[in-house]
């Protein structure tokens, strides 16, 4: 198993501005994942972070938008950038490869 | 697309009695994962089932793969108000590797 931890654990922001999600995991995973999950519902997945590479995106979201960082193998980064209250959502890093394992999440609320 | 329709979206019950939560594909999963999420935190994994027709128990949690292994169900017995959570069943996408789809979830109520 694995375990994750993330930063902020949520964060009110401006529109317009931009917030990095730091997540750490206690041991060297191959995949790390980064999800958008509206309150109370599903997953959706943004992107998968590739260490040592750019990160692939799913069809709806963009490197411009969602830039990633993937320095190790135990840490990544999400920005959400040039917010609109339409980013409002909880954010998750997962790990693992037959397994899931996810973060706590990050509650962010654009105004 | 790999697509997972779960039902019902949401339930809401008394404590002691029985729930089933479905999930289905027309699409064949290598395995199927049942989470369970609480406000606030992330889902966390319940179990992971990979061969068509399998059972697996955890205490009063009953989980069944389909033979096809297309569909999988929840099965929890004689509730308790700390069930209460968000489910959400979470397929391996074939040829994907590391990647899930997930099902829409099932907001599930256990009152006292």
């Known amino acids: 198993s694995a375990v994750i931890s993330q930063k902020p654990s949520r964060d009110i922001c401006q529109r317009g501005t931009s917030l990095t999600i730091q997540c750490q995991v206690d041991?060297?995973?191959?995949?790390m994942f980064w999800y958008r999950q509206q309150p109370g519902q599903s997953l959706t997945l943004i992107a998968t972070a590739n260490q040592g590479s750019e990160a692939t995106y799913e069809s709806g979201f963009v490197i411009d938008k969602f830039p990633i960082s993937r320095p190790n193998l135990t840490f990544s980064t999400l920005t959400v950038s040039n917010m609109s209250p339409e980013d409002s959502s909880i954010y998750l890093c997962?790990?693992?490869?037959?397994?899931?394992?996810f973060g706590p999440g990050t509650r962010l609320t654009v105004l | 697309t790999q697509l997972l329709e779960q039902s019902p979206q949401f339930l809401s019950i008394q404590e002691g009695e029985n729930l089933t939560v479905y999930c289905n594909s027309s699409?064949?999963?290598?395995?199927l994962q049942w989470y369970r999420q609480e406000p606030g935190e992330g889902p966390v994994l319940l179990v992971t089932?990979?061969?068509?027709?399998e059972v697996k128990k955890l205490k009063r949690l009953t989980f069944q793969f389909g033979d096809a292994r297309k569909d999988s169900s929840l099965h929890i017995t004689a509730a308790q108000p700390g069930d209460t959570g968000l489910y959400l069943c979470?397929?391996?996408?074939?040829?994907?590797?590391?990647?899930?789809?997930f099902g829409a979830g099932t907001q599930v109520v256990v009152t006292p």
């Open positions: 089932v990979v061969t068509g027709g």
């Open positions: 041991s060297q995973v191959t995949m």
């Open positions: 699409s064949v999963f290598s395995s």
């Open positions: 997962s790990a693992g490869v037959d397994t899931q394992y």
């Open positions: 979470a397929g391996a996408i074939t040829d994907s590797w590391g990647k899930f789809q």
